[in-house]
């Protein structure tokens, strides 16, 4: 049998996908060393592998049919714009894309002056300001710790994911505008689709079964 293969975001999606695959019966033992460096884990068993990937290629992965599956969050969908097909919701790494600064940036934000926005995801900021009438935009492009740009005098504002808050309040940040909300989804390939579409959606009706289960128990408690 043709291993399936599923890409996984690693960081802090990595785990969390892997208890979801845990409760639908589809385990990896090897996975579960955390001193390993190593990439890719097979469960012969069921000829299935997952591999962990920087969360940015995942979608590229996908797309290229390099994995028949990925987990990946909804920021890197939108930023990525690959051709594969977006499957379901999992409910896990909930979060919010937003426009965040100082209280001293948002009248600049509301006069639609000239403005600088640092991110990670330049393709959401640029959709959002240019859909926005934002002609006078200048998109920073950076790869991480985002917050210290408007402290360094960068830029005026960021995009970029709040969760808890945290990191904006102990960095004097606030958000000034929300772009849109996130969490991880199931992506296929979309040959896979049909080439292996039992095997998908097999995947597909477990992960549904446990969402209503935990949906149903939420409204129980
Ligand atoms: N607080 C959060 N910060 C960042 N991402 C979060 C958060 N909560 C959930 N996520 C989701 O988890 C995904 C992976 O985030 P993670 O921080 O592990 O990797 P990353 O910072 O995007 O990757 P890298 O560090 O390799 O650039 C994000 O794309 C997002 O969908
Ligand atoms: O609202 P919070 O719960 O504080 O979470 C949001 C922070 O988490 C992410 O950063 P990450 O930890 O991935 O580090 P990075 O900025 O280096 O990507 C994100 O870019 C924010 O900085």
Do not use: W
């Amino acid at each position: 049998m043709r291993y399936l293969t599923v890409a996984l975001a690693k960081g802090r999606l990595a785990d969390k996908a892997m208890e979801l695959f845990g409760r639908i019966g589809i385990s990896c033992e090897e996975m579960k060393d955390k001193g390993s460096r190593k990439l890719i884990f097979v469960n012969e068993e069921l000829g299935i592998r997952f591999f962990l990937a920087k969360a940015s290629d995942v979608p590229t992965y996908v797309e290229y049919g390099a994995a028949d599956i990925g987990i990946v969050g909804k920021d890197t969908i939108l930023e990525e714009g690959r051709k594969l097909y977006e499957v379901m919701d999992l409910g896990i790494g909930k979060c919010r894309m937003c426009v965040c600064g100082p209280e001293s940036a948002r009248e600049r934000l509301n006069h639609h002056e000239l403005i600088r926005v640092a991110t990670k995801y330049p393709g959401i900021a640029k959709d959002y300001f240019y859909n926005r009438k934002y002609q006078t935009v200048e998109i920073i492009k950076l790869n991480g710790s985002i917050e210290l740009a408007p402290i360094v005098g960068l830029s005026e504002v960021i995009v970029d994911i709040v969760e808890t808050g945290s990191t904006l309040r102990e960095n004097g940040l606030l958000v000034l505008e929300e772009i849109c909300t996130l969490s991880a989804r199931m992506v296929v390939n979309q040959v896979s689709m049909k080439t292996e579409n039992e095997r998908i959606t097999s995947i597909i009706r477990g992960f549904q079964d446990l969402l209503r289960e935990e949906n149903s128990q939420g409204q129980q408690a």
